[in-house]
């Protein structure tokens, strides 16, 4: 990409932000338009939708100087053209160039995108001038033909790195017609930050003292008005932070294809709820979570096609990615008919690289878990899939950096399944609000399983473990909040006390505090750069009474039990 090339847009930011906008959306759509052209390369209408978007993009480009963009463009167009009027058949060496060609004119856009923001940018001239000659080879000979099949350029596609960091586009519908408007993601997160300082007003105004004891019927009045308008306002601004996770799924359809190429084992993807709506920055951060889990699907689980066969299985593997919505979360399931999970492989090799100790007793969910550890990897050799134990552990710091949540599933030659849970949206979350001592905090309800006051002969003290709660036929480690943060003039006695037990698969843990307040939405607030790795704690958030509260992170509470000592009799 040549500097002179960016002399339009520089000139004109607006334009810039709309062009880049538009052109992410036809490649992201290019990519499954592509793979099912791939299995019907004869579609006239599928020609046709993976013609226009080159097409279109390739004006756009023209009109505004972008001569290498327009000339990549303008070939693969010439190839299609071709094809939609029956001169050239699109084979295996056309796709792969057409993919190719969607990678590198995305790699191009946020090449552009870094120039016009002042950082380095790359050079593409390389691979654009291998991807031309290969085009033009192809355009000028019959399909199959091996002097016209050439190999894509290597390189490493930007846009699977770097997220989109233009605008948005945004629907607004109206009868049975639709407008969209382009918004800037800054100007939107801002927006949803004022109207949860509106509500935090709100919720303040409305518990005060010196309102709470007006009768004035007006008021009440006026102040119910507030109320719903607020509320009604705050759910639209995070509904418009909400987008479907479609585009990330038509990714990862490539990916399977891609991977079932490198691995030579037959793959089927199966996709589905892609119209689920996540907040716009989880469905941007779950991409590189998926990737790396399902590599290790294909790598560890899939098997190969005589193996399958020998097992009774169908001789292609079977991928599933889909996504739903459960209470106030999404769910993203990811899982294949392969071996499953070996738990005993798993084991040993934690034993040999010292994760666990060879005596102790795990659960098979415990044993699960231990994928997840940095480092770990049951893999004999390395592969250009994976291998190389980073896989799992980042899916799993991914996953908790977005305040979700991972279980896994699996069954002995029958396949594994991995439940992804996330927050619907990052601006809010439904918590209870708790009590120790003269502090409150907040617990996010998803990591709660349930609360009880435990009787007497429910609560023990173990030699060498400490406290632990029954709860029904489950012995549960027991901890006091007020233990792990230094908190003064708390309820010492259990069964006086609220017992929490919290769930972070496959670990669960007793939690004591003084009293349960109630359940509420909270506006989180972050803690700033100097308070953000403390342990144990995800946020902050103002209350209804102008009382700032931490919010608890339940794996972070976890981890200061293994270091807490029991302080207090029975």
Same mark, same amino acid.
């Given at each position: 990409? #040549?500097?002179? &090339?960016?002399?339009?847009?520089? %000139?004109?930011?607006?334009? +810039?932000?709309?062009? =880049? /906008? @538009?052109?992410?959306?036809?490649?992201?759509?290019?990519?499954?338009?592509?793979?099912?052209?791939?299995?019907?390369?004869?579609?006239?209408?599928?020609?046709?939708?993976?013609?226009?978007?080159?097409?279109?993009?390739?004006?756009?480009?023209?009109?505004?100087?972008?001569?290498?963009?327009?000339?990549?463009?303008?070939?693969?167009?010439?190839?299609?053209?071709?094809?939609?009027?029956?001169?050239?058949?699109?084979?295996?060496?056309?796709?792969?160039?057409?993919?190719?060609?969607?990678?590198?004119?995305?790699?191009?856009?946020?090449?552009?995108?870094?120039?016009?923001?002042?950082? #380095?940018?790359? &050079?593409?001239?390389?691979?654009? %001038?291998?991807?031309?000659? +290969?085009?033009?080879? =192809? /355009? @000028?000979?019959?399909?199959?033909?091996?002097?016209?099949?050439?190999?894509?350029?290597?390189?490493?596609?930007?846009?699977?790195?770097?997220?989109?960091?233009?605008?948005?586009?945004?629907?607004?519908?109206?009868?049975?017609?639709?407008?969209?408007?382009?918004?800037?993601?800054?100007?939107?997160?801002?927006?949803?930050?004022?109207?949860?300082?509106?509500?935090?007003?709100?919720?303040?105004?409305?518990?005060?003292?010196?309102?709470?004891?007006?009768?004035?019927?007006?008021?009440?009045?006026?102040?119910?008005?507030?109320?719903?308008?607020?509320?009604?306002?705050?759910?639209?601004?995070?509904?418009?932070?909400?987008?479907?996770?479609?585009?990330?799924?038509?990714?990862?359809?490539?990916?399977?294809?891609?991977?079932?190429?490198?691995?030579?084992?037959?793959?089927?993807?199966?996709?589905?709820?892609?119209?689920?709506?996540?907040?716009?920055?989880?469905?941007?951060?779950?991409?590189?979570?998926?990737?790396?889990?399902?590599?290790?699907?294909?790598?560890?689980?899939?098997?190969?096609?005589?193996?399958?066969?020998?097992?009774?299985?169908?001789?292609?593997?079977?991928?599933?990615?889909?996504?739903?919505?459960?209470?106030?979360?999404?769910?993203?399931?990811?899982?294949?008919?392969?071996?499953?999970?070996?738990?005993?492989?798993?084991?040993?090799?934690?034993?040999?690289?010292?994760?666990?100790?060879?005596?102790?007793?795990?659960?098979?969910?415990?044993?699960?878990?231990?994928?997840?550890?940095?480092?770990?990897?049951?893999?004999?050799?390395?592969?250009?899939?994976?291998?190389?134990?980073?896989?799992?552990?980042?899916?799993?710091?991914?996953?908790?950096?977005?305040?979700?949540?991972?279980?896994?599933?699996?069954?002995?030659?029958?396949?594994?399944?991995?439940?992804?849970?996330?927050?619907?949206?990052?601006?809010?979350?439904?918590?209870?609000?708790?009590?120790?001592?003269?502090?409150?905090?907040?617990?996010?309800?998803?990591?709660?399983?349930?609360?009880?006051?435990?009787?007497?002969?429910?609560?023990?003290?173990?030699?060498?473990?400490?406290?632990?709660?029954?709860?029904?036929?489950?012995?549960?480690?027991?901890?006091?909040?007020?233990?792990?943060?230094?908190?003064?003039?708390?309820?010492?006695?259990?069964?006086?006390?609220?017992?929490?037990?919290?769930?972070?698969?496959?670990?669960?843990?007793?939690?004591?505090?003084?009293?349960?307040?109630?359940?509420?939405?909270?506006?989180?607030?972050?803690?700033?750069?100097?308070?953000?790795?403390?342990?144990?704690?995800?946020?902050?958030?103002?209350?209804?009474?102008?009382?700032?509260?931490?919010?608890?992170?339940?794996?972070?509470?976890?981890?200061?039990?293994?270091?807490?000592?029991?302080?207090?009799?029975?």
């Amino acid at each position: 990409m #040549a500097d002179p &090339d960016l002399a339009a847009l520089q %000139a004109d930011p607006e334009l +810039a932000t709309i062009f =880049l /906008s @538009e052109t992410f959306d036809h490649l992201s759509s290019l990519e499954a338009n592509v793979l099912t052209l791939e299995a019907s390369p004869d579609d006239r209408k599928t020609l046709n939708d993976v013609f226009r978007p080159f097409h279109t993009i390739k004006a756009g480009a023209g009109a505004l100087g972008l001569a290498s963009v327009e000339e990549l463009a303008h070939r693969v167009e010439s190839l299609l053209d071709r094809a939609r009027f029956g001169e050239h058949r699109i084979g295996a060496a056309e796709i792969e160039l057409i993919l190719a060609s969607v990678d590198l004119l995305s790699s191009m856009m946020h090449d552009i995108e870094n120039r016009l923001a002042g950082r #380095a940018g790359a &050079d593409f001239h390389d691979c654009d %001038a291998i991807l031309i000659a +290969a085009l033009d080879r =192809l /355009s @000028e000979s019959a399909p199959g033909d091996p002097e016209s099949a050439a190999a894509p350029p290597a390189y490493e596609p930007l846009d699977a790195q770097e997220p989109l960091q233009g605008g948005r586009r945004i629907g607004l519908e109206g009868g049975s017609s639709q407008a969209t408007v382009k918004v800037d993601t800054r100007k939107l997160d801002s927006l949803v930050d004022l109207v949860g300082e509106l509500a935090i007003v709100q919720s303040m105004i409305h518990e005060d003292p010196h309102v709470l004891g007006k009768t004035d019927e007006r008021l009440n009045r006026n102040l119910a008005q507030l109320h719903r308008i607020t509320s009604e306002l705050q759910r639209g601004s995070i509904a418009m932070r909400l987008v479907p996770i479609r585009q990330t799924f038509q990714r990862m359809s490539r990916l399977v294809r891609d991977l079932g190429q490198k691995s030579g084992k037959a793959l089927d993807l199966v996709v589905s709820g892609e119209d689920t709506e996540l907040d716009r920055k989880v469905v941007e951060e779950i991409s590189d979570p998926l990737m790396h889990m399902l590599r290790n699907s294909v790598d560890h689980g899939i098997e190969d096609s005589e193996t399958r066969r020998r097992a009774g299985k169908p001789p292609q593997g079977r991928l599933s990615l889909s996504a739903y919505h459960e209470g106030g979360n999404v769910v993203i399931v990811v899982s294949d008919d392969g071996s499953g999970l070996n738990a005993e492989k798993i084991h040993r090799k934690a034993v040999a690289q010292k994760l666990v100790d060879p005596d102790a007793v795990l659960s098979e969910s415990e044993i699960h878990a231990l994928i997840f550890r940095p480092g770990f990897s049951t893999a004999n050799e390395l592969t250009e899939i994976s291998g190389r134990g980073i896989g799992m552990d980042v899916v799993r710091r991914n996953v908790e950096t977005l305040r979700g949540r991972i279980e896994i599933r699996s069954t002995p030659d029958v396949g594994a399944t991995f439940l992804i849970k996330l927050p619907l949206t990052l601006a809010t979350i439904e918590g209870l609000l708790l009590s120790v001592g003269a502090q409150r905090f907040v617990l996010p309800t998803f990591a709660v399983r349930e609360s009880l006051r435990p009787a007497r002969d429910r609560t023990h003290f173990i030699p060498g473990q400490g406290w632990v709660v029954q709860v029904r036929e489950e012995l549960l480690p027991l901890v006091r909040l007020a233990d792990l943060f230094r908190i003064p003039s708390a309820v010492s006695n259990p069964d006086e006390a609220v017992v929490i037990v919290l769930e972070d698969h496959p670990r669960h843990m007793a939690l004591m505090v003084d009293q349960l307040i109630g359940k509420q939405e909270i506006v989180i607030k972050s803690l700033g750069e100097a308070l953000v790795n403390i342990t144990g704690v995800a946020g902050g958030a103002i209350l209804a009474d102008g009382r700032i509260s931490l919010i608890l992170d339940a794996r972070g509470l976890m981890r200061l039990k293994q270091r807490e000592a029991p302080s207090y009799a029975a």
